[in-house]
């Protein structure tokens, strides 16, 4: 057999193509973590988890690399500068993050100091984004670009946030809001720096391709805009359109689409400024995409373009524009999200289980079994051959179906229905083997790979932590943190811990396609199995639900530092007291509720003492932890009502203990944990 490695391991999950340079696999096999970019000092992810899980944090846990972000400001601001050089481009470059995209404080924190020195601003797409964009802006270079629905209070409160020095420009989305802008800046006496945002005929690519062309929720058409020019004029206010937008959809996967809204929109551009309007900026939007699986095509899950290619059509375009009319350059705005923070966060969660339903050898059972069914079917296992694979499997599936039909009229019973479904998965496993070799593969193949896939039972939640694999087949890059020396020798698909059909994946990245299973090892006896899903800083946390209550997940900012790394901030997920608080349940109440039940139950003598203290432990100690399970518990255990209630009292004073040392709780008070880190509990670490 071929010698495992972590080369190996690198290629198979194809981590150095969409690893974009922050993550690799390293000669520990494990994950290693260069916030810097390649070359720079990384973190080993598996031993930072257990550092993490050594001070209280628990899995799932949301690992953010700020470091990464800065990087990616740092990446977006050269492209730009670099094609300025090519194409003589003389005007400016100002990009936004719009804050919808990861609305973290934390992050959005980094995100303007660090974007200081480059000059990046945030973009509100609605109330709630511009009164945050408020508070936390202070750079009067950056601009704060308003969109989204907008009602009087919102155009206000842009407008007076002039007058604090802020860069706001406030882009039209929809031709009603022209008149809700004039009217409100007249009435407070303020100028209106304003936008139009245009709706393209041009189209994007990839899943939000709707987002673009005639029938897109946002932008004005090309008769409001003259129209608007109109009013503007009669307004005497020429001077306060200063920007023109557009945003044709996120995660735009071919670089044609790019160039084919660049030419529309430098179009407009143009012809609206030699109608006198005062422009001095084009937003480009978002839509700069990630390339979550490596491959660099324009397929929906990856782009077809480098930062570069981007940047370089985006100021070509606009520079050949301009210069053919004599115009000056203008200030170029972009409000790229997705590829910004999409790398800086990973999760990692553990596997509960496993369940396998392969079968290597005829079942014993089956050997002496003198039922017809099951007898042919037998005889299908012992001879299938590569030549007759084709046949066979279409014989062995009917024989599984007679025998279901046999079972529901009586002439099969449980205990022969149960041989013959082993004996159909020991010939769906041969079959299996024998159908990898073959170049011409049945049909059923397909069916039998899917089906004979191991289900590992992972502790997170889908719809918390990676919403759009479920709402939009997103793919993110998912892999062992660990065990990368060893060969995967599953295949697996990943089942979460909501009960929810749905809670599952089952497809993932591959080079040229998408597999239905996913490449991991048998978790071994004794050891947490520790899997990352990767690149899914955008988006997913706030779009996450509460499906099943499972809730936040722990979180923490990890920043490479000359000895190691530094722990910034911990935020500690929700406990299932606090789930429930969002569904209106009080904690109070619920306890006061069950303690009748109990009292009930004690004078009824239908419970002991014992019984009643341990039910009423693990109802107030239960209401105090995560919503996830911690795989310690998992345990089988006999024990009494008396030795439960002592392991649980001893687990509680070792969780007081972690927090009095500076620590956080495992399973206890998360405010408190969360507090004691922000408080003191910053630590360094250096690499092994
Ligand atoms: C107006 C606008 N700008 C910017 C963005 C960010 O897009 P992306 O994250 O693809 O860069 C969006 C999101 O779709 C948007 O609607």
Known sequence: MEIWSTKKSAELYNIDAWGAGFFRVNDKGNVEVTPHGAGQPGIDLKELVQDLQERGMRT????????IVNARIKLLSTAFHNAFQTYNFKGQYRGVFPIKVNQQRFLVDEIVNFGRQYGLGLEAGSKPELLISLAMMDNPEALLICNGFKDPEYVETALLSQKLGRNTIIVLDRYSELDLVIRTAKSLGISPRIGFRAKLEAKGAGKWVESSGAKSKFGLTASEMVKGMDVLKAEGMCHCLELLHFHI???????????DSLTEASRIYVDLAEMGAGLKFLDVGG????????????WENSINYTIQEYANDVVAHIAAACDAKGLPHPSIVTESGRALVAHHSVLVFDVLGTHCIKVNDLPPEAENEKQETIVELRSLYNTLTAKNLNEHMQDAFKLRDDGVSLFNLGHLNLKQRAVLEKLF???????????EQVARKPEELAV????????YYCNF?????????WAVDQLFPIMPIHRLKERPDRKAELLDLTCDSDGKIDRFIDIKDVKETLELHMPKEGE???IGMFLIGAYQEILGDFHNLFGDTDAVHVSASA?????????????????????????HTLIRQVRGAVEKALSAKKISLEESRLLMRHYEDGLSRYTYLDPADLVNRSESAVDALKRITQRQEHGARLIGAGQASPGGNSALAAATFAAGGLSAKTPQ
């Open 563 to 587: 000895s190691g790394y530094t722990i910034e901030h911990v935020v500690a997920g929700d406990s299932i007291n606090e789930v429930l608080g969002y569904v209106e349940y009080d904690r």
């Open 528 to 530: 947490t199995y520790h």
């Open 287 to 298: 839509g700069l995409g990630v390339d979550y699986d490596g491959s660099q095509t324009n």
């Open 425 to 435: 998965w020991a010939f769906c496993t041969k079959a299996l083997e024998i159908g």
């Open 448 to 455: 039998v790979r899917r089906s004979l896939a191991d289900s």
């Open 249 to 259: 959809g996120s995660q735009i996967t071919a670089l044609r689409a790019i160039k």
């Open 461 to 469: 939640s889908i719809f918390q932590s990676a919403p759009d694999t």
């Open 60 to 67: 799932p846990l949301l690992v953010r690399f700020p470091d």
